[in-house]
């Protein structure tokens, strides 16, 4: 199976700070808050860094976390497994949180990766708008 790259880096408008920032300000308005109250003022700026962190997968390269391995396996083809690695990521459709574990198994050919590595490549992934499905397939 081959590595979903970020399918969203051609053709990709930037945005500033700043206008995400008036986006957030807006959708307050729009469900009747006033953003100009005291507890939300900073609120946008908060949501836009909190969103940074939530979706910082797009801006890594999954192939990079891969590309350190060890080819001193002595012919090792038992199945390597990782379990329980926390996930966190939000549905595509309603921006949802998704939250759960996964599990990654490969039976290697020739090399092998870190487990650090399958967790983080499973953070990468879902840290990006996801379905439980295209999340699991990646």
């Known amino acids: 199976m081959k590595l979903v790259k970020n399918e969203n880096e051609l053709n990709k408008e930037t945005v500033s700070d700043k206008e995400a920032e008036e986006a957030f300000i807006k959708i307050f308005k729009w469900i ?9 003022t900073e609120t946008p700026k908060r949501v836009v860094n909190a969103f940074k962190e939530y979706f910082s ?4 390269n999954p192939e990079k976390v891969l590309e350190k391995t060890f080819g001193d396996i002595d ?3 038992d199945m ?8 966190q990521s939000h549905c595509e459709h309603h921006m949802a949180p998704i939250i759960g574990v996964a599990h990654v198994a490969y039976i290697p050919n020739k090399r092998v990766v870190g487990l650090s590595k399958l967790a983080r490549l499973v953070e990468v992934f879902s840290k990006r708008l996801q379905t439980q499905e295209r999340l699991t397939m990646q």
């Open 32 to 40: 009747g808050e006033d953003p100009g109250r005291e507890g939300l």
């Open 57 to 60: 997968g797009y801006k890594e």
């Open 75 to 77: 012919d090792y083809d």
């Open 80 to 87: 390597v497994v990782q379990k329980n690695i926390s996930v």
